[in-house]
């Protein structure tokens, strides 16, 4: 399942480590607490509007910016994952019947036994 809260928290930790900024300036100036910043950056809190605003305003990045780069990593897992969904399954590989010689053994003594997966060579 594809979190929406964890490509948000993706996308922030990437804005701010661009910045080369750590999570103790970004929370002092958007006056959240460092454990709270961390946890959204891990994509385990949801971050209301409001938070989301201020992290984007301590980080200098518009909203609409940082919605738009999850926005893309969305429709890059969505197609990931329905490409996975839709990819062929690979058929069985089944042994191939060609000439089968058998040593010592008259050709009326042998007999060729194919069942559904195999083929056994049967010496009477």
Do not use: F, H
């Amino acid at each position: 399942m594809i979190l929406l809260r964890r490509l948000l928290g993706d996308v922030l930790r990437r804005q701010r480590q661009r910045q080369g900024r750590t999570l103790r300036e970004v929370s002092s100036s958007a006056r959240v607490s460092l454990g709270y910043l961390s946890e959204v950056e891990r994509g385990q809190k949801e971050a209301s509007s409001e938070l989301l605003s201020a992290i984007c305003d301590a980080l200098d990045v518009r909203m609409s910016e940082l919605m738009r780069e999850v926005s893309d990593e969305l429709a890059l897992a969505e197609l990931a994952r329905s490409a996975a969904a839709t990819e062929p399954v690979p058929a069985p590989v089944r042994p191939m019947l060609g000439s089968v010689s058998v040593t010592g053994v008259p050709p009326e003594r042998v007999t060729i036994k194919a069942p559904a997966e195999a083929v056994d060579v049967v010496a009477a």
